[in-house]
Every structure is written in structure tokens, then in C-alpha cells.
């Protein structure tokens, strides 16, 4: 069967189904917030979901309801396996092309015979059964919210979906500051609020729960702040020692690009992580304006996102890649000049 239309969708979950919701690799506040709404959500009307996440993500997420109820691909790869084969049906939320969620969940989840349901807001999504795709939506969460709504369902909404949405609505737009975020986001939230997502407590969940090693980090981050005034660009690097030094753990570099960002005159940031494990250096990129950082990183450095968020790595050293980052610049001057519009 294949399942186009919302239509199709609605009929065949009318129905109890077994469902596995996927997010990316590296899962954000988006991926863990828009899988755990929509399991939350799916639970509710009779179906069996699963959520099978690639690896780990960041402690101020464990908090999130239901997080305990997800299989880890990398550490629980039987049941994860298990679920993935067995399932009637895959959504995969917050990313556009397998290979995002890593090699191995990749190969089993090509290997998949029934349809895939895409809900996600990046820039030119791969095909698949159900789209739903829409690149001006400031979230995941946001689409999941509409989802529900196509669904008829919005009555349903309870505190548990509101708080995971809230939470992936809230840390993809900056706390609803990035020009993603329109008046529909705002209402969005309101009604989120109204059903029992407590704001104060998820920013505080998030945002509050600082280690000292993170602040340390951020510290040494600062510290290795570059500004680039020529090409209205500022940059970061973290080497793996200085992590090392600042007992790093997953989720500790979250956001530190912004503060590159918040440089005045600025339209470029860029933060490069050593990443000794996976022997890249992962790359996160933002801008203000026409600049799109999607296409940049695309094209330079095997990578993607949105057009003032984006992401990418490189196999060559810091260094290495400093120098082709700052030629990349010299290249694209007039674009970065020009790309200011506010
Ligand atoms: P972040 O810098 O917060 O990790 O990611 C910013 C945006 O870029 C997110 O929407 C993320 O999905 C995307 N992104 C990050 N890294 C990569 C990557 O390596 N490849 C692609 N295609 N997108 C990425
Ligand atoms: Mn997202």
C-alpha cells in the first residue's frame, strides 16, 4: 500500500498499528520533542509506537515524557532492529534523507518494506510515501502540532504532547526569537500552554541545567572567539583537548555558535568541534539575512539545513579546514557584504 495523502494516512491509522518514529542523528530538542509528541499522540488513539532514536542525546532532554520508553539504536540494536522490521508503518521527523540518522540505522532502514511517513522542515527532502514538507515551518514540532490538526485530532492534545512539542517549538527558534517564528507559532504555543505545557519549567529544564564543565567550555569558547570584520564573520573552534579539559559531555557545545552570531556587524558564525571519535570536524553554521548557510554548507562541506542554520563536517585537521574556511570567505565576500538586510 502506499500512503500519499493525509486521507490514505487517516484511514489506515484508524486502525491499531504498530508505529516506529525516527529522528536524526545527534537528536535535538526538535527530534526528541516532535518523536515523543507524536508517541504520545499515536499511544493515545490505540496504535503501538516506538521510538527508536540513533544515539544518545543531550541530558537536558532526559526529562522529556517518555523518554525512557525509547530504544537507542546504537545500544538496544536488537530491539531496535526488532521494532523497525515489525512495524506497519515509519515516520521519520526533523530530517530529510536517511543518511542522517547514521550508517547503520541507514542500511536497516532501507532494507524496510512498508512506507515511510516524512514530516520535516528541511530543504529538499528525499521522496517518500506521505510528505509532509514544509521548509517555512520554524519546527518539527510546529508540523507535528499541524499533523494532529490534519488528523482532526487537536482535541487530543494533553500535557504530555504539549510539553514535548513546546520543547522542540521553543529550542528550534531561539526561544520563538528567529524570524522562522510567525504569529501561528505564537498561537501554536498559546494553545500548547493552555493544555498543559508548563513554559517556565521546560526553559528552566533546558536551559537551567548548566554543568560547571559546560560553562568552562563555553569559557574556552569564547576565549577562541575569531572576528573576521572584512567579511562580517566570527568564528569558534574547540579542539577535542579542550573539551577533554572541560569534562565534556554531548550537548555541552549546543548554542555556543549564537553567541559568534551576536558579535555586532555579524552575518557569518561558524563553530568547528574536534570530533576524535568519528576523526571529523563537525561543523555548525548560522547567518542573518540572504546568505544562505543551506547552499554553503552543501556545497563546501557535506552538509546541510536550513538557510540561516546549518550543519556540515570535514575530514581535514582544525587547521586544514580554518584555511579553506577563511578562502571560502575570500570567495564569497560580496555575498557576506551584501547579505545584511535588516
Ligand atoms: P546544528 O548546527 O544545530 O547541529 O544544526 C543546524 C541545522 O543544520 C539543523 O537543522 C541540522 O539538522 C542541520 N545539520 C547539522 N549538521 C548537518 C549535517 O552534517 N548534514 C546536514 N544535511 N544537515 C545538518
Ligand atoms: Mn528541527
Same mark, same amino acid.
Given at each position: 500500500?502506499?500512503?500519499?495523502?493525509?486521507?490514505?494516512?487517516?484511514?489506515?491509522?484508524?486502525?491499531?498499528?504498530?508505529?516506529?518514529?525516527?529522528?536524526?542523528?545527534?537528536?535535538?530538542?526538535?527530534?526528541?520533542?516532535?518523536?515523543?509528541?507524536?508517541?504520545?499522540?499515536?499511544?493515545?488513539?490505540?496504535?503501538?509506537?516506538?521510538?527508536?532514536?540513533?544515539?544518545?542525546?543531550?541530558?537536558?532532554?532526559?526529562?522529556?515524557?517518555?523518554?525512557?520508553?525509547?530504544?537507542?539504536?546504537?545500544?538496544?540494536?536488537?530491539?531496535?532492529?526488532?521494532?523497525?522490521?515489525?512495524?506497519?508503518?515509519?515516520?521519520?521527523?526533523?530530517?530529510?534523507?536517511?543518511?542522517?540518522?547514521?550508517?547503520?540505522?541507514?542500511?536497516?532502514?532501507?532494507?524496510?518494506?512498508?512506507?515511510?511517513?516524512?514530516?520535516?522542515?528541511?530543504?529538499?527532502?528525499?521522496?517518500?510515501?506521505?510528505?509532509?514538507?514544509?521548509?517555512?515551518?520554524?519546527?518539527?514540532?510546529?508540523?507535528?502540532?499541524?499533523?494532529?490538526?490534519?488528523?482532526?485530532?487537536?482535541?487530543?492534545?494533553?500535557?504530555?504532547?504539549?510539553?514535548?512539542?513546546?520543547?522542540?517549538?521553543?529550542?528550534?527558534?531561539? $526561544? %520563538? /526569537?528567529?524570524?522562522? +517564528?510567525? !504569529?501561528?507559532?505564537?498561537?501554536?504555543?498559546? &494553545?500548547?500552554?493552555?493544555? *498543559?505545557?508548563?513554559?517556565?519549567?521546560?526553559?528552566?529544564?533546558?536551559?537551567?541545567?548548566?554543568?560547571?564543565?559546560?560553562?568552562?567550555?563555553?569559557?574556552?569558547?569564547?576565549?577562541?572567539?575569531?572576528?573576521?570584520?572584512?567579511?562580517?564573520?566570527?568564528?569558534?573552534?574547540?579542539?577535542?583537548?579542550?573539551?577533554?579539559?572541560?569534562?565534556?559531555?554531548?550537548?555541552?557545545?549546543?548554542?555556543?555558535?549564537?553567541?559568534?552570531?551576536?558579535?555586532?556587524?555579524?552575518?557569518?558564525?561558524?563553530?568547528?568541534?574536534?570530533?576524535?571519535?568519528?576523526?571529523?570536524?563537525?561543523? $555548525? %553554521? /548560522?547567518?542573518?539575512? +540572504?546568505? !544562505?548557510?543551506?547552499?554553503?554548507?552543501?556545497? &563546501?562541506?557535506?552538509?546541510? *539545513?536550513?538557510?540561516?542554520?546549518?550543519?556540515?563536517?570535514?575530514?581535514?585537521?582544525?587547521?586544514?579546514?580554518?584555511?579553506?574556511?577563511?578562502?571560502?570567505?575570500?570567495?564569497?565576500?560580496?555575498?557576506?557584504?551584501?547579505?545584511?538586510?535588516?
Amino acid at each position: 500500500m502506499i500512503l500519499k495523502q493525509i486521507k490514505e494516512l487517516k484511514t489506515f491509522l484508524d486502525t491499531p498499528k504498530r508505529v516506529v518514529i525516527v529522528g536524526h542523528r545527534n537528536p535535538d530538542g526538535d527530534a526528541m520533542g516532535a518523536t515523543l509528541g507524536l508517541f504520545h499522540y499515536l499511544k493515545k488513539k490505540g496504535h503501538k509506537p516506538t521510538v527508536v532514536v540513533p544515539n544518545e542525546y543531550p541530558k537536558f532532554l532526559h526529562w522529556l515524557p517518555g523518554s525512557k520508553k525509547t530504544f537507542r539504536f546504537d545500544w538496544q540494536n536488537s530491539q531496535s532492529q526488532k521494532a523497525i522490521k515489525n512495524s506497519d508503518i515509519i515516520f521519520l521527523l526533523d530530517f530529510n534523507a536517511l543518511h542522517r540518522v547514521g550508517h547503520d540505522m541507514q542500511s536497516t532502514l532501507e532494507k524496510y518494506q512498508n512506507d515511510f511517513a516524512l514530516i520535516d522542515h528541511h530543504q529538499e527532502p528525499d521522496e517518500f510515501a506521505y510528505m509532509y514538507s514544509d521548509t517555512e515551518m520554524c519546527s518539527t514540532c510546529q508540523m507535528i502540532y499541524h499533523f494532529i490538526e490534519k488528523m482532526g485530532d487537536i482535541h487530543l492534545l494533553d500535557s504530555d504532547i504539549a510539553s514535548c512539542l513546546y520543547t522542540g517549538i521553543m529550542t528550534d527558534t531561539g $526561544s %520563538f /526569537r528567529f524570524r522562522s +517564528t510567525t !504569529s501561528l507559532t505564537h498561537k501554536v504555543i498559546a &494553545h500548547l500552554i493552555d493544555n *498543559g505545557a508548563e513554559n517556565h519549567r521546560i526553559h528552566s529544564n533546558v536551559y537551567d541545567s548548566s554543568s560547571f564543565g559546560r560553562l568552562q567550555l563555553l569559557g574556552q569558547a569564547l576565549s577562541n572567539l575569531k572576528v573576521l570584520p572584512e567579511y562580517k564573520t566570527a568564528y569558534i573552534t574547540l579542539t577535542e583537548d579542550e573539551k577533554e579539559a572541560n569534562n565534556f559531555v554531548k550537548g555541552d557545545t549546543e548554542g555556543i555558535v549564537n553567541y559568534a552570531l551576536s558579535v555586532e556587524g555579524v552575518i557569518l558564525a561558524a563553530i568547528f568541534i574536534e570530533d576524535k571519535e568519528q576523526q571529523i570536524i563537525k561543523i $555548525s %553554521f /548560522r547567518s542573518k539575512g +540572504t546568505f !544562505s548557510v543551506n547552499k554553503f554548507a552543501r556545497k &563546501h562541506f557535506n552538509g546541510g *539545513g536550513h538557510d540561516n542554520a546549518s550543519g556540515g563536517k570535514s575530514d581535514l585537521s582544525m587547521d586544514e579546514t580554518l584555511i579553506k574556511f577563511c578562502d571560502l570567505l575570500e570567495d564569497n565576500k560580496e555575498q557576506l557584504i551584501h547579505s545584511y538586510d535588516s
